[in-house]
């Protein structure tokens, strides 16, 4: 791959570079580093050289209050320490953001209606939310989860149990109360925070079951928290509206070690459990600034709108817009109800400054020939994000043509593991069609051959080289690291693989060809095949089966599931529907698969593991012979008959 081919779709003027917080930031490193960062790329060089430095300057910019001299005590990785000795809550800077002339969060739901919160409520509810978890006995370390959809109370949740230093986890109620439970029933929870159901594609869906077997099945729970949308009660259940009644304005924080546990997302549960990613307060109070402010260019002015659900970590990414003082915006519904171009229409009405959503949207809307410029006023739109998959060139391009060419688009790539983004844009970068503009800033990137060396203009391992404050420090239920160990370092030791393939162009853009490993990410939400076989598989008539997410050149996603019947039977429709139906109701309506077929095996190694990989790169066109040797397969001809099977 070659930079002179590919024309930029759009290009920094001068009042861009000018204005932007990035630029900012820069002035203030020369100045107090005296070190030359007249562009992004020698910007990204320090920091990355520098990570002392660099992390230091992010604390000092943004005005975090004190911090203990020493910044980092341990390059290792794992076991970086950063900020030792440093005191800090997260809340604190979203205190520090309180105004009066903008809400805090814009509450909108397929009816179209629009609710605004300011921040002294949100701030209000937060502290009576915090007075209540400390009445039930709830304090650092405790865990509180949420089964809730995309709403305003669960922000407040969040923010009242990290204030004070309690830990949050959650999950969306599209997943079934055992998804839920494969996740949440790990930490075994003090308070579990809930809603009656919610309306999603004109459809209302009550969760009155769900919750009852999420109760019976957590003994720990010393209280349940009710939200009420559809009009139903919880026997026994605390009402949201009393328990966050306050006399108090603002949360009283506690004050906690940078690296104290601030929640737990989860893997895609590729193998077993979805593992419990833990990540500190600091870290990610730090991660978020930069990703936010300076990356996305966001601010106090903006509105902040990510389709996204309390299961994918980019829920917590939105929620970071409190850290630099923007409205945020909580939607549960459907991406396409009333139309294919639901989001635009959202956009348009709340005023969305940031607009993010995901490549599948993307492709959608271009199939229903939506002209989101046409039909919506998005004159208030400055940057659309694009992240959950790669995004290819047609689809980057079809938003400048369609949404504006002024307005510039940011397709990011990173993951739950770190809860932001590896590489994106920067408000002081081209967007080239098809690639993510640069590294982050603190991120040393790069893509790896099989050796461990690095590449340029060639496929390889996406690698970061240099500890970040928003790496986990640790997995839940992993007392000696040895799983968190496997998931990152075992392939190069002492450096990061993060399990997607990447390019790093001659120009430093990154294009993502996909990931390596196996987990599905149907429409942002990233998923384990485990929870599909656990479901499918307890069916009688279902021997085996294989569970593939394939990216598709044209930005899709296709995700066949392959089942091996018993000899002489036959797949049938009928077969089919049972096979869709167990799969919604015990794992997730996101992840029914595009197709089902049968087959006459599922290749496997000689040691048993589902070859899940290797069969995602044959039918995206790889040679099976190129693919992986087949003396390691127990039946290698199984091979040959998914090649055959390509979408």
């Known amino acids: 791959m070659t930079s002179v081919t590919v024309a930029p779709q759009w290009v920094p003027g001068s009042p861009d570079i000018e204005q932007a917080r990035i630029t900012d930031f820069a002035r203030f490193v020369a100045a107090r580093h005296r070190v030359e960062v007249s562009d992004y790329r020698s910007l990204w060089q320090w920091s990355v050289d520098d990570l002392a430095g660099f992390w230091g300057a992010i604390w000092d910019y943004f005005d975090l209050g004190e911090r203990a001299t020493e910044i980092l005590a341990d390059t290792g990785m794992p076991g970086a320490q950063w900020f030792p000795g440093t005191r800090v809550n997260y809340v604190d800077q979203v205190v520090r953001q309180a105004r009066t002339d903008r809400p805090a969060i814009v509450s909108v739901d397929e009816t179209g209606a629009v609710t605004e919160l300011s921040w002294a409520e949100m701030l209000s509810r937060t502290a009576g939310f915090t007075a209540t978890l400390r009445e039930l006995g709830v304090g650092p370390g405790d865990r509180v989860v949420g089964y809730l959809p995309n709403i305003a109370e669960a922000v407040i949740a969040f923010l009242a149990t ?23 029933g790990q930490l075994d929870p003090a ?8 309306r999603f594609g004109g459809k209302e869906h009550r969760k009155l079951a769900e919750i009852s077997a999420l109760r019976a099945a957590l003994p720990g729970l010393r209280a349940t928290v009710l939200v009420s949308r559809l009009g139903d009660t919880v026997d026994g259940a605390l009402d949201w509206d009393v328990v966050t009644a306050a006399a108090d304005s603002v949360p009283a924080t506690e004050q906690v070690a940078f690296d104290h546990p601030l929640w737990v997302l989860y893997s895609s549960g590729t193998t077993g459990l979805p593992k419990g990613i833990v990540h500190g307060h600091g870290g990610v109070l730090l991660e ?28 917590n990414y939105q929620v970071a817009g409190l850290l630099v003082g923007a409205t945020i915006v909580c939607y549960p519904g459907s991406p396409t109800a009333p139309a294919p171009d639901a989001l635009w229409a959202i956009a348009a009405r709340v005023r969305a400054t940031v607009l993010g959503t995901s490549p599948g949207y993307v492709l959608a809307c271009a199939k229903a020939e939506s002209v989101p410029r046409r039909d919506h006023d998005l004159s208030a739109l400055r940057l659309v994000g694009v992240t959950g998959s790669a995004l290819p060139a047609s689809s980057s391009l079809w938003l400048r043509d369609n949404v504006g060419d002024h307005v510039p688009v940011s397709s990011i790539s990173g993951g739950t593991d770190i809860v932001s983004a590896f590489a994106g844009g920067a408000r002081t970068v081209p967007v080239w069609p098809g690639e993510l503009s640069a590294p982050y800033l603190g991120v040393a990137l790069a893509a790896w051959d099989g050796a461990g060396r690095s590449v340029r203009a060639a496929v390889g391992e996406l690698v970061v080289t240099v500890p970040m404050p928003s790496m986990p420090i640790r997995f839940w239920n992993d007392p000696d690291g040895s799983r968190y160990r496997a998931a990152y370092f075992d392939t190069y030791p002492g450096v990061w693989r993060h399990g997607d393939w990447i390019t790093v162009t001659e120009r430093d853009s990154v294009v993502v060809h996909g990931r390596s490993d196996s987990t599905l990410n149907r429409h942002g939400i990233r998923m384990g095949s485990a929870d599909i076989y656990q479901a499918v598989e307890r069916l009688p008539e279902i021997v085996d089966s294989l569970v593939i997410g394939a990216e598709q050149p044209d930005g899709g996603y296709w995700m066949p599931l392959f089942v091996v019947l018993p000899h002489g039977a036959v797949l049938s429709e009928a077969l089919r529907t049972r096979i869709a139906g167990i799969i919604r109701t015990d794992v997730s309506p996101r992840h029914v698969p595009d197709d089902i077929i049968a087959a006459p095996g599922v290749p496997r190694t000689r040691t048993g593991k589902k070859l899940e990989v290797p069969v995602k790169r044959i ?11 087949p003396s390691t397969v127990d039946h290698p001809a199984l091979l040959d008959w998914y090649a055959q099977i390509r979408h």
């Open 162 to 184: 990290a204030s004070i230093g309690a830990i949050w986890s959650a999950c969306g109620q599209d997943y079934t109360a055992t998804a839920a439970l494969d996740r949440l």
């Open 191 to 198: 308070v579990l925070v809930t809603c009656d159901g919610y």
């Open 288 to 315: 978020h600034l930069k990703a936010l402010a300076l990356q996305s260019d966001l601010g106090r002015d903006d509105t902040f709108f990510w389709y996204t659900s309390p299961s994918w970590m980019m829920w």
């Open 619 to 629: 039918l995206q066109g790889a040679d099976p012979a190129q693919v992986l040797d």
